[in-house]
C-alpha cells in the first residue's frame, strides 16, 4: 500500500521562498510522475507540476517561473519550491502519484495516490 | 484545456439518480479523471479514462463520454456521497481541473 507523508513550513511571510517535501512509502519510486496540486481556501484545484525519477519535469506555465521540484531517489522522496510567494498562494498543497495505465492500445494517465495535504499560510 | 463542469452545486436526496457534467474547450479523447473531495481531506480516485471504474470504487459511480462532453452518474446517492466532485484532463499540459460541483443534502 502506497502511502505519501508530506512536510514543510506552514506560515510564510511575503516574498519568501515555500518549500515542501513528499516521501513515498511502500511501492516502487520509478515508472511514476510525482505531482503538486494545490487548493486555496474555499476553491478549486490547480496543478503545479510534476516530476518524474529521472528528473525530468513538467510545470505549470502560470507558475513555471517560480516554480523548482526536484527528486531525490536515494530517500524516494521529491520536493517543491515556490519562491517570491504573495498571499495568493496561500492554499493546502498535496503531493500525488500519476499511474501510467495502458488501455486498449491507448496510454492513460491518473492520480491514483494523494498525501493528506499541507497548510501554508503566507501574511506578513 | 478549460473544463466547465455543471452544475456548480445540487442538492439531492439519498436514492437520487445524480449526473455532473464535464465540458472541455477541445477535445481530450478519454484522457478524464474524476475524483470525489469530503471537506479538509485529499481528493479521491473515482473514474480514469473517461469511464474506468477504480478498484474498490461502489459500482454505483459510473463515467462516460470522448472528445469534449463528460458525465459523472450516480446512480443511487447514499449519505458518504455528499462531496465535492472534480473532472480533470490528462490529454495535454498543463493538467487542468474543473472548477468542482457540491454535493449537498437536500
Known amino acids: 500500500q502506497v502511502q505519501l507523508q508530506q512536510w514543510g513550513a506552514g506560515l510564510l511571510k511575503p516574498s519568501e521562498t515555500l518549500s515542501l517535501t513528499c516521501a513515498v512509502y511502500g511501492g516502487s519510486f520509478s515508472s511514476y510522475y510525482w505531482n503538486w496540486i494545490r487548493q486555496p481556501p474555499g476553491k478549486g484545484l490547480e496543478w503545479i507540476g510534476e516530476?518524474?525519477?529521472?528528473?525530468?519535469?513538467n510545470y505549470n506555465p502560470s507558475l513555471k517561473s517560480r516554480v523548482t521540484i526536484s527528486v531525490d531517489t536515494s530517500k524516494n522522496q521529491f520536493s517543491l519550491k515556490l519562491s517570491s510567494v504573495t498571499a495568493a498562494d496561500t492554499a493546502v498543497y498535496y503531493c500525488?502519484?500519476?499511474?501510467?495505465?495502458?488501455?486498449?492500445?491507448?496510454?492513460?494517465?491518473?492520480?491514483?495516490?494523494w498525501g493528506k495535504g499541507t497548510t501554508v499560510t503566507v501574511s506578513s | 484545456i478549460q473544463l466547465t463542469q455543471s452544475p456548480s452545486s445540487l442538492s439531492a436526496s439519498v436514492g437520487d439518480r445524480v449526473t455532473i457534467t464535464c465540458r472541455a474547450s477541445q477535445g481530450i479523447s478519454s484522457y478524464l479523471a474524476w475524483y470525489q473531495q469530503k471537506p479538509g481531506k485529499a481528493p479521491k480516485l473515482l473514474i480514469y479514462a473517461a469511464s474506468t471504474l477504480q478498484s474498490g470504487v461502489p459500482s454505483r459511480f459510473s463515467g462516460s463520454g470522448s472528445g469534449t462532453d463528460f458525465t459523472l452518474t450516480i446512480s443511487s446517492l447514499q449519505p458518504e456521497d455528499f462531496a465535492t466532485y472534480y473532472c480533470?484532463?490528462?490529454?495535454?499540459?498543463?493538467?487542468?481541473f474543473g472548477q468542482g460541483t457540491k454535493v449537498e443534502i437536500k
Open positions: 516530476i518524474n525519477h529521472s528528473g525530468s519535469t
Open positions: 480533470q484532463q490528462l490529454n495535454s499540459y498543463p493538467r487542468t
Open positions: 500525488a502519484r500519476v499511474l501510467r495505465e495502458q488501455l486498449s492500445g491507448k496510454i492513460y494517465y491518473y492520480m491514483d495516490v
